[in-house]
């Protein structure tokens, strides 16, 4: 945590603890304030590098999901229901309505649904790589189903445990996935994304278990249906380089949206964490888009996209 962060902890309303980081705004702060949530399994301590471009006239609340980043898990998951709940608790007590609502994959579904369901809450969407694989209409073919189900298998059965910090921090330099992050964002997933036994060994802070369930329970074509609904401009990003978005799904959504750019990130799906700098550079631009801040314009829906 920085100098200028203060440590969040907010109990939602089925009592589940939820952490975080606020970084107040400088004195002269304009509204409205932003708030942010991670991708599963990830944790929003991974996203301070990124998040740390923003302009220091917002203040950004940087809220973990159940489950996630030392806040306490349910018992059980059927839905991303609870996910939802806490989000818009977080908002309606903790703030004063409306806020620019971000977040990355799964965080970036749930602040869509948000400002669906409770228009009044939003002020804006930052929209950073929602897992969309399906355009409008489509199913999974049987190759892609089966894919997804080995997909949900491996973090099910995903490793969970270690001796020690040190060797959990070794194994996490050398993932194939996190390798790519920087030494500052890894060092902030590692901060928050491992509990602590009194034996000194490790755990994930998120259960295998969860991350696969929601997985399991992951919305596809209700996007679209949350996005006619959803009242205000939006941008959404994505990873150059990325496997999980499709991108007619996502000029499919941004068509749904009132107003929306589409605008492309260097990097995979975690480009939040690989290229913080240029991500967050571009997420402070959309910000500004947003606060009609910029020469650049949002288009309407039937022009989306900024390639």
Excluded: K
Excluded at 9 to 17: T, V, Y
Excluded at 48 to 60: E, I, K, M, S, Y
Excluded at 128 to 141: C, K, V
Excluded at 165 to 193: D, N
């Amino acid at each position: 945590m920085t100098d200028a962060e203060r440590p969040l902890r907010f109990r939602g309303p089925e009592g589940l603890a939820l952490t975080g980081f606020v970084r107040p705004a400088r004195e002269g702060a304009r509204p409205p304030a932003l708030v942010f949530t991670s991708g599963n399994g990830f944790a929003v301590q991974a996203y301070r590098p990124f998040l740390a471009h923003l302009p220091g006239d917002v203040t950004v609340h940087a809220l973990n999901h159940r489950g996630h980043g030392g806040s306490d898990a349910p018992e059980r998951l059927e839905s991303w229901d609870g996910l939802l709940a806490d989000l818009r608790a977080y908002v309606e007590r903790e703030l004063e309505p409306p806020v620019i609502l971000a977040g990355h994959s799964m965080g970036a579904m749930l602040a869509l649904r948000l400002a669906a369901e409770a228009p009044a809450l939003a002020a804006g969407l930052l929209l950073l790589e929602p897992p969309l694989r399906l355009a409008p209409g489509q199913a999974l073919t049987p190759g892609e189903a089966e894919g997804r189900r080995v997909f949900i298998d491996r973090a099910r059965n995903r490793r969970a445990d270690w001796p020690s910090r040190a060797e959990a921090e070794a194994w996490f330099a050398g993932s194939v996935v996190y390798r790519l992050w920087t030494p500052e964002a890894r060092r902030g997933f590692l901060e928050a994304g491992l509990a602590e036994r009194p034996d000194g060994s490790v755990t994930l802070a998120t259960p295998p278990w969860l991350e696969a369930a929601l997985y399991e329970t992951v919305p596809q074509q209700e996007l679209y249906a949350w996005a006619a609904r959803a009242p205000c401009a939006a941008v959404l990003y994505r990873g150059l380089d990325s496997p999980v978005p499709s991108l007619p799904a996502y000029e499919a959504l941004a068509n749904a949206l009132p107003v929306c750019a589409l605008v492309p990130v260097p990097g995979t799906h975690a480009f939040p964490m690989e290229h913080p700098d240029e991500a967050g550079r571009r997420l402070a631009e959309g910000l500004r888009l947003l606060r009609g801040e910029t020469g650049l314009a949002l288009t309407g829906a039937a022009a989306a996209g900024t390639r």
